[in-house]
Nanobody, 123 residues
Framework: QVQLVESGGGSVQSGGSLRLSCTAD????????MAWFRQAPGKEREKVAS???????FYSDSVKGRFTISQDDAKNTLYLLMNNLKPEDTAVYYC?????????????????WGQGTQVTVSS
């Protein structure tokens, strides 16, 4: 059974840091590329970071230079380190797994989702 379990959300002040974790079952982790999406109230879900098949990484312009996506293969775990957080980063963050785009954009269509974790950044 495909399963993505997230942890690490919370509330921080502007400029603070958080690290999100997403642990996958072994099949999902070894088969798919993995990504982090977020959805703020009243906004569409957006992809903020992703791995890709050529070991490259994708970042949205809004988080580039502040967020870092990484993986621990021994733990089947995906991370998102978020530094210099801003109030506009406030959202529910979702881990996702899907086919690799192979073009540097990472996951194009997510096939499975985690349950989501809330990140709130206060000014």
């Amino acid at each position: 059974q495909v399963q993505l379990v997230e942890s690490g959300g919370g509330s921080v002040q502007s400029g603070g840091s958080l690290r999100l974790s997403c642990t996958a079952d072994e099949y999902t982790y070894s088969t798919y590329c993995m990504a982090w999406f977020r959805q703020a109230p009243g906004k569409e879900r957006e992809k903020v970071a992703s791995t890709d098949s050529d070991l490259s990484t994708f970042y949205s312009d809004s988080v580039k230079g502040r967020f870092t996506i990484s993986q621990d293969d021994a733990k089947n775990t995906l991370y998102l380190l978020m530094n210099n957080l801003k109030p506009e980063d406030t959202a529910v963050y979702y881990c996702a797994a899907g086919a690799c785009g192979g073009d540097g954009d990472g996951v194009v269509v997510a096939e499975t989702w985690g349950q989501g974790t809330q990140v709130t950044v206060s000014s």
